[in-house]
């Protein structure tokens, strides 16, 4: 788990590299690209006949620990490691919810498509290609 700051350190780099027509568009269509991934999931859990989601468990490992004495000596000692683990586990869906689910997400696709489209005109015209 601790790796995952550095993992993100360069994305977070990259998104302070972005231009500010860059991310002006960006948060102009962002509502549009969660909307879009909202459909794909939904018709790929159609598709399956389940959605898949992620299960967070704990694990609990038996180890020893290296400690030192108020004099500086070191001495192992029974410890606890505790580690998370996430794992995705099917669960089943109600197929006439995830259609009647799926036509509500697509009936939102026009309007965000404008919305988007206004936020992007909105950008080119605050930010000018030079």
Do not use: H, K, W
């Not at 999931?41 to 006949?49: D, H, K, M, Q, S």
Request: net charge negative.
């Amino acid at each position: 788990m601790r790796l995952a700051p550095l993992v993100l350190l360069p994305l977070a780099a990259l998104a302070a590299c972005a231009t500010p027509l860059e991310q002006c568009l960006s948060n102009a269509t962002g509502d549009l690209r969660a909307l879009d991934r909202r459909i794909d999931v939904t018709e790929r859990n159609i598709a399956r006949g389940y959605r898949i989601v992620e299960v967070s468990d704990i694990e609990r490992t038996r180890t020893q620990c290296v400690e030192f004495d108020d004099d500086g000596e070191p001495y192992t000692r029974s410890c606890t490691e505790t580690t998370r683990i996430r794992r995705e586990e099917p669960v089943a869906i109600d197929a006439t919810e995830e259609r009647r689910r799926l036509s509500e997400l697509r009936a939102q696709v026009s309007q965000a498509q404008a919305r988007a489209d206004a936020g992007v005109q909105a950008c080119r015209a605050t930010y000018p290609a030079g």
